[in-house]
């Protein structure tokens, strides 16, 4: 059995249905392959934060790509929206970190003074104005920042939304026990499947955590990604208790509209273990409890734990291989929910033959596949 497409990707993320999404607007032919469940791993497991100027990233290049997508995200969950009818629930009304010594409290001036140089727009808080913002924060608190124009989506709704407006819109996804891709010396030729061959004028390598693992890539166009996995919970919480996604010493808390609070995550290197653990748990908890007594009572709904693409220098490899026919499209860490809409611009635009300058800094040929894979990978 053989098919045609103009495009196959592999890897049913949100990633890889952001970019068939993007495609298929255009006008292509589009194939979703994946082995495990649409919009399930790490797309599943994250917290949804957009947050570029939190998440402190340092290098140029990517700080620019994740401020474009942060930039492009109200239209283009628009689209989806209109595609698919489900609301994904953004929210970019501002994160706020908390501090509860001076010393934090300092750390957090100095980053708003350097996000101030870079023409963000962010805000010190005192100790009164961050307690309205937010009363259920500790008696312990010393002050905060707040910073405008980040915010979250629900990200477990995300991917519901992109699977339905791929779906509308004629894209085809579909799980297989088997993907292997097949190439010659020259280029990708297609993919194989438990239900047979899929010829593909293009194939991209959307596969996260496993990217670096798929059957049948070239060594020198397999990116070296390793798993960093982050363990989350939720507890049950007041709807409106916790406003804004917020940050203290140690974890995070975001608030979803059904009344879940995540906190999260661990960063552990841990291979592709995906248990939950006892110390992971406690992690957590310690940190959220020490900014916040308050959430003591309240019931531990869910926990989790999800494996997020690393990489040796932390920047992820989008673009072009050495292989004619193969793009990359993985290894954004802690970033992959707020980075997907440029990625999907971006990575439809090298499909289409267009100029693809701004993912120069991110393409494979920027390091030794064999150097990267002996080396440590960040997870800084």
């Known amino acids: 059995m053989s098919r045609t497409g103009d495009v196959v990707i592999v890897g049913a993320g949100v990633i890889g249905l952001a970019i068939a999404f993007e495609l298929i607007e255009r006008g ?7 082995r495990g469940e649409p919009a399930g791993a790490a797309s599943w497991a994250a917290a949804g934060m957009l947050a570029p100027y939190t998440e402190r990233v340092r290098h140029a290049a990517l700080v620019r790509f994740c401020a474009a997508s942060l930039q492009e995200y109200p239209g283009f969950i628009a689209r989806v929206a209109a595609a698919s009818g489900v609301d994904a629930h953004l929210r970019l009304d501002g994160v706020v970190h908390a501090a509860f010594d001076g010393a934090e409290l300092e750390s957090l001036l100095r980053h708003a003074q350097t996000l101030a140089a870079e023409r963000v727009d962010c805000e010190i808080l005192e100790r009164s104005s961050l307690l309205a913002s937010e009363p259920w924060l500790g008696a312990f608190v010393v002050g905060g920042l707040r910073i405008a124009g980040e915010g979250c989506i629900d990200n477990r709704r995300l991917g519901r939304a992109l699977l339905a407006a791929c779906a509308a819109r004629g894209a085809r996804v579909e799980r297989s026990s088997i993907v292997r891709l097949e190439c010659d010396r020259r280029r990708a030729l297609g993919v194989h ?89 406690h992690e957590l908890l310690h940190a959220a409890l020490a900014a916040a007594p308050a959430l003591r009572d309240f019931a531990i709904t869910e926990s989790w734990a999800g494996l997020r693409p690393g990489t040796p220098d932390g920047l992820p490899f989008l673009g072009r291989t050495p ?24 990575i439809a635009d090298a499909v289409e033959g267009r100029d693809t300058g701004a993912l120069e800094a991110f393409t494979l040929a920027r390091i030794g596949t064999e150097e990267a894979f002996g080396r440590r990978i960040t997870h800084a």
């Open 193 to 281: 499947t438990e239900r047979g061959f899929v010829a593909a004028g293009a194939i991209v390598n959307a596969c996260g955590a496993w990217a670096g693992r798929v059957d049948g890539v070239p060594a020198h166009c397999a990116p070296p990604v390793a798993p960093i996995k982050g363990q989350m919970i939720a507890l049950a919480a007041p709807i409106g208790l916790v406003r804004r996604p917020t940050w203290v010493p140690g974890a995070y808390l975001v608030p979803r509209d059904d009344g879940r609070l995540l906190i999260g995550a661990t960063v552990e290197s841990a291979g592709f273990d995906e248990r939950i653990t006892a110390a992971g748990v």
């Open 323 to 346: 292989l004619e026919g193969l793009l990359l499209a993985t290894g954004h860490y802690r970033n992959g929910i707020l980075m997907a809409p440029a990625t999907a611009r971006s």
């Open 28 to 34: 292509a032919s589009v194939r979703v392959i994946d």
